[in-house]
T-cell receptor, first 120, second 108 residues
């Protein structure tokens, strides 16, 4: 399995509080992604990164910000959490200079275990 | 219209049956396609890539139809353990889109 971890795995917070989710990889992949998954909507891209300090918006970026100061870490921040941000958040990695190593492709997504966030 | 569309199901099939899922995509420039399997309350995991020439892995066959812009996944001799949600991915890197997933329930 790809070396991707997410923390925390579960979080309950109140409306209006800031929340930061962390994604950590040990695979040296260039691309990292944050998705949210909700019933009826599937996986929706929030933000992605194509290198250190290089990030861009996805489909549902409003209310979220990201940062990537190191190759291995990608942070997702909800500046002021709302109930509509209750969801399961997945981090994913893609692309490597070592294509073919360990059977990993370059376009495929390898997901972390997810973070269940509840905003009350 | 969503960029990638899947029938959400559920598909309820008996053990041993053959079942097929389709996934339509709207971006004709997409070059990469994949199928993932997601178990309940788990992360999606790569099932197989979809190549222009088709791809087979045991009981699973994936195909790409560029003319009609869809990919398909065929599961033969369904097992109880195949029960899961199957998601398709179109595109890669900066242009990745997933379908909403198709739920499969294999019944004894």
């Amino acid at each position: 399995d790809a070396g991707i971890t997410q923390s925390p795995r579960h979080k309950v917070t109140e409306t209006g509080t800031p929340v930061t989710l962390r994604c950590h990889q040990t695979e040296n992949h260039r691309y990292m992604y944050w998705y949210r998954q909700d019933p009826g909507h599937g996986l929706r891209l929030i933000h992605y990164s194509y290198g250190v300090k290089d990030t861009d918006k996805g489909e549902v970026s409003d209310g979220y910000s990201v940062s990537r100061s190191k190759t291995e870490d990608f942070l997702l921040t909800l500046e002021s959490a709302t109930s509509s941000q209750t969801s399961v958040y997945f981090c994913a990695i893609s692309g490597t200079e070592r294509s073919g190593t360990s059977g990993m492709g370059t376009d495929t997504q390898y997901f972390g275990p997810g973070t269940r966030l509840t905003v009350l | 219209r969503k960029e990638v569309e899947q029938d959400p199901g559920p598909f309820n099939v008996p053990e041993g049956a053959t079942v097929a899922f389709n996934c339509t995509y709207s971006n004709s420039a997409s070059q990469s396609f994949f199928w993932y399997r997601q178990d309940c309350r788990k992360e999606p995991k790569l099932l197989m890539s979809v190549y222009s020439s088709g791809n087979e892995d045991g009981r699973f066959t994936a195909q790409l139809n560029r003319a009609s812009q869809y990919i398909s996944l065929l599961i033969r001799d369904s097992k109880l353990s195949d029960s899961a949600t199957y998601l398709c991915q179109s595109g890669g890197y900066q242009k990745v889109t997933f379908g909403t997933g198709t739920k499969l329930q294999v019944i004894p």
